[in-house]
């Protein structure tokens, strides 16, 4: 290995998340810069000590399902603003092997920032596990074209995992329920990989019905890898519980995503429970989830070095599951705090609310710009339907009491007016 790679500058390291923000800042959106100041100083806050960064191992792995191939527990996401060469160089120097990105992400430049990345250092592409994901298939066939597109982004020819891009009903129409156990889109998946521009084909979903496309894809047989939105720490619908275990029957590796979302800016560094394990209450909201060995890895948006060596470290120190009552007071701390997004969604809030508004992707838009700094935020908030944006005859009051993590909707949705409208 170029001996680069074995010591990593917090100074480079600074200079690349500011550099990352002054791009995003840059992009011709309203209120770009103000915008993303916040999440510049925020950054160089907490990266702000001089010294160097020694190089470790990989960090530990787990199977991904039928794949076969041993996966990084910790998945690198790619919608950071700060994402460049230098902060995907402190990535690898930290272990992480397995980086996930799409064509949406920080305003489609994640893709050739990756790219980028790799062409400085072409000889570890073969170490890299790289999932990317496409959302403009209007029927599965598409994918078959678009996956062209994604390759060329990332200046690659092939990824290792190509996922649909967020499947559900408002994004694909209600026929795609039927998609993931579909003669077309096995046929799709099988072209894909025969091709070898594709190792491996899975989607990706928050939908509140999730559990139904995960269903499906237990049923059709084909279906390698979902990543979906879950957090273990919190209370789970028993139907996705029933369609994660179909899931890992049929052998389909399981990711889970949005845990960092449950992590509010309240939420305490430490509690006494886990200072005795040596964690800090972030580390520990992982091993809740590692704690659950139906999911072979954990997507996580990590923003600054503070992050990246707090997520790699907690890693490496997971040894075993934790102990029911360990991962209930993580539960009950959540709840205490003020999360905005529920991972575990499964739409009761929405039917609590007795309209059409989209509460927890609403919720979903407004952590994404509160917690990552994206400015896509805003443009997704504003392509949503007026219908499922419209709260005058909600009921929120019945919305949170009936969702699975108690959003206070009424202040979530005054913040994505304020942000977003």
């Known amino acids: 290995m170029a001996s680069e790679d074995k010591r990593v500058s ?7 998340t500011l550099a990352g923000s002054a791009a995003a800042a840059a992009a011709p959106l309203a209120s770009a810069k103000l915008a993303a100041q916040p999440f510049m100083t925020a950054q160089a806050q907490t990266a702000a000590e001089p010294g160097q960064l020694a190089s470790q191992p990989p960090l530990p792995t787990r199977k991904l399902g039928r794949t076969g191939v041993d996966v990084s527990i910790l998945s690198l996401g790619g919608m950071m603003q700060a994402l460049n060469s230098h902060f995907l160089d402190v990535a690898w120097s930290l272990g992480i ?35 990317t994901k496409d959302d403009r298939s209007k029927q599965p066939s598409d994918l078959l074209t678009l996956i062209d597109q994604r390759l060329e982004a990332l200046g690659t020819d092939y990824v290792d995992l190509f996922y649909l891009h967020g499947i559900g009903p408002k994004e694909y129409g209600q026929q795609s329920y039927e998609w993931p156990k579909s003669k077309e889109l096995k046929e799709v998946a099988e072209k894909l990989k025969k091709s070898g521009k594709v190792r491996y084909f899975g989607f990706t979903s928050h939908d509140a019905d999730r559990a139904r496309y995960m269903q499906a894809a237990a049923e059709g047989g084909f279906i390698d890898v979902i990543m979906f939105s879950y957090a273990p720490f919190m209370k789970s619908p028993d139907e996705l519980n ?44 992982l091993h809740a989830a590692w704690s659950d060995e139906r999911i072979a890895a954990v997507c996580s948006n990590i923003e600054n070095l503070q992050q990246m060596t707090e997520n790699t470290g907690a890693a ?54 509160e917690m990552d700094g994206s400015l896509e935020a805003r443009e997704l908030y504003r392509s949503l339907p007026a219908e499922l944006r419209q ?4 009921d929120l009051a019945a919305a949170e009491e009936a969702c699975l993590c108690k959003l206070k909707f009424s202040r979530i949705l005054k913040k994505a007016e304020r942000y977003f409208a």
């Open 316 to 369: 490496r120190k997971y040894a075993k599951p934790l102990k029911p009552g360990q991962i209930e007071a993580l539960a009950q701390l959540v709840h205490e705090c003020t999360p905005t997004f529920c991972p575990n969604c499964d739409g009761r809030c929405q039917r609590a609310a007795g309209t059409r508004l989209a509460l927890n992707t609403i919720a979903r838009y407004v952590s994404y710009y």
């Open 391 to 394: 709260a005058d005859a909600a």
């Open 97 to 131: 092997r397995y980086v996930d990105t799409a064509r949406l992400y920080i305003n489609q430049q994640s893709e050739k920032r990756i790219g980028a990345w790799l062409k400085q250092h072409p000889e570890r592409r073969k170490s890299l596990f790289l999932a």
């Open 242 to 285: 029933r369609s994660m275990d179909a899931c890992v029957k049929a052998n389909i590796g399981l990711v889970a995503m949005k845990i960092g979302r449950t992590m509010p800016p309240d939420l305490p560094k430490r509690i006494p429970e886990f200072d005795k394990l040596g964690l800090t209450v972030r580390e520990a909201l």
């Open 10 to 16: 917090r100074r480079r390291f600074i200079q690349a």
